[in-house]
């Protein structure tokens, strides 16, 4: 499972009050995660105590700050799950995926967050969220990468297109000279941190990269971002690109980003679409997508699974502290429709819906029974 350090003062600050390590613990436990370290006692002079959580690998949602916050409020009944908006509702910015594409990274996709304000704070998760997704959900970014960027420093409409690393020149992030995509290659071989990821493209003769309306390079990737349109604290319009090589994974990381840091946008958990046209294969499609998923479940199979007999309005009760949003079937009395969010890719199947009720409901509350044999 992953582990997420996070800030102590702030996470507290977010759930409205303080704990003692016990009591968080405690917490923790009975949602499904588990606190693995407070290093309160071990920071030295300045340092701010943060709390190290280890997270389940399909809750994507809750690798920062911002998504255990949001998640433990909804399950203590602080909150209730966002309702994400597009702004405007019809895109104004387009991103075309050339044909050439096809061959190396197919998929892509973007997003743009208008008038966010970043603290030091925020941007450091901001960042780690990448970071985080790029090693667990992304494989190390073989399967999805992301680039985020001042939009003010670009223009679209954008391409995403493949060219030969001859024809990909830019300064890259942090750098002062510009490097073609061979140069690149060289330059990163034995860079700790990149050069793990060159081996991706390497070998390809083409590289993928994005370009703006006067071609200039916004990311050549899955490996690195132009210094051109870094990201700083002043940043206010930021546009996220999403590539890669499994397109249901590259919905699920944009949806992640915008979800979780859309919340400090002007217009709170705003996003505005980017309609992103791929004609050769009949991929195109505007995002995010940010329509709740429609699934069912059984209120008998919920109840049979957990030895219990609750009523529809305490099942929607418990789901509802998950941060599902669920309703009776209008004509299935034993049928619930429960709408997920676009913060749970995780809930696939019926026996999802009835683990979340499981967590709300209390482990801890459930009858313990001896199993029946079958004769």
Do not use: W
């Amino acid at each position: 499972m992953p582990t997420v350090a996070v800030d102590k003062e702030d996470l507290y600050q977010l759930l409205g009050r303080s704990y003692t390590t016990e009591e968080f613990d405690e917490l923790c436990f009975e949602f499904g995660i588990e606190l693995d370290e407070d290093t309160t006692n071990d920071c030295a002079k300045g340092e701010r105590p943060q709390l190290k959580i280890e997270i389940p690998a399909n809750r994507y949602d809750m690798l920062c700050i911002e998504g255990i916050a949001q998640a433990l409020n909804e399950y203590l009944g602080r909150s209730s799950a966002p309702a994400y908006s597009l702004q405007p509702a019809v895109p104004q910015v387009t991103m075309t995926i050339k044909e050439s594409t096809s061959t190396i990274r197919p998929y892509a996709a973007a997003a743009i967050l208008r008038g966010i304000k970043f603290t030091q704070r925020s941007y450091d998760s901001f960042i780690a969220l990448q970071d985080k997704l790029h090693t667990n959900l992304c494989r190390n970014r073989t399967l999805v990468a992301m680039g985020t960027h001042d939009l003010d420093t670009l223009e679209g409409p954008f391409t995403y297109e493949a060219l030969p690393p001859s024809e990909i020149t830019f300064i890259p992030l942090n750098q002062t000279k510009a490097m073609d995509g061979n140069q690149l290659m060289e330059f990163y071989e034995k860079d700790k941190n990149l050069g793990k990821y060159l081996h991706i493209i390497k070998d390809s003769p083409v590289f993928p990269v994005i370009l703006d309306k006067n071609r200039n390079v916004a990311s050549m990737p899955p490996i690195i971002n132009s210094d051109r349109s870094k990201i700083t604290l002043e940043t206010t319009n930021v546009f996220l690109d999403i590539t890669g090589t499994d397109k249901t994974k590259v919905a699920i990381v944009v949806n992640q980003l915008v979800a979780m840091f859309s919340r400090y946008c002007s217009t709170p958990f705003s996003i505005e679409p980017v309609n992103v046209v791929s004609e050769h294969n009949k991929e195109t499609r505007v995002f995010p997508d940010i329509k709740p998923r429609l699934m069912q479940a059984e209120i008998s199979y919920i109840n049979s699974c957990l030895g219990l007999n609750l009523d529809v309005d305490t099942i929607i009760q418990l789901l509802k502290k998950m941060g599902l949003q669920p309703k009776q079937n209008e004509s299935k009395n034993d049928l619930l429709d429960v709408y997920i969010p676009i913060t749970r890719p995780d809930v696939l199947h019926q026996c999802d819906i009835m683990e979340d009720a499981s967590i709300a409901y209390g482990y801890n509350n459930l009858v313990k029974t001896q199993a029946q044999s079958q004769a």
